[in-house]
């Protein structure tokens, strides 16, 4: 783990509804449904996200998400604190 995370998973599992089995379903099966989510959605920008120096990798702007998420009330709100990452639109 890398020094300085305190919870390695945050932002990478992508809340949503995902079909499950019947029967036995573990905490690794739901969480590989939900970064593999992830990972597609991050695929589709991954280019933009390379470009983009002021995030530098997909962890900063993850961790930027989650944080203008967390402290935003707003779509608005979080649509200007997030200005800096116009080109994804």
């Given at each position: 783990?890398?020094?300085g995370i305190k919870y390695p998973l945050e932002g990478y599992l992508a809340p949503g509804i995902y079909p499950l089995p019947?029967?036995?379903?573990?905490?690794?099966m739901i969480i590989d449904k939900m970064l593999a989510n992830t990972?597609?959605?991050?695929e589709k920008y991954q280019d933009?996200?390379?470009?983009?120096?002021?995030?530098?990798?997909?962890h900063k702007l993850l961790t930027m998400a989650s944080l203008?998420?967390?402290?935003a009330p707003s779509f608005k709100d979080r649509e200007k604190i997030a200005?800096?990452?116009?080109p994804f639109k």
């Open positions: 783990m890398q020094k019947k029967g036995h379903i573990t905490l690794d990972q597609s959605t991050i933009k996200i390379n470009k983009n120096k002021q995030l530098g990798s997909v203008i998420e967390q402290e200005g800096f990452l116009q």
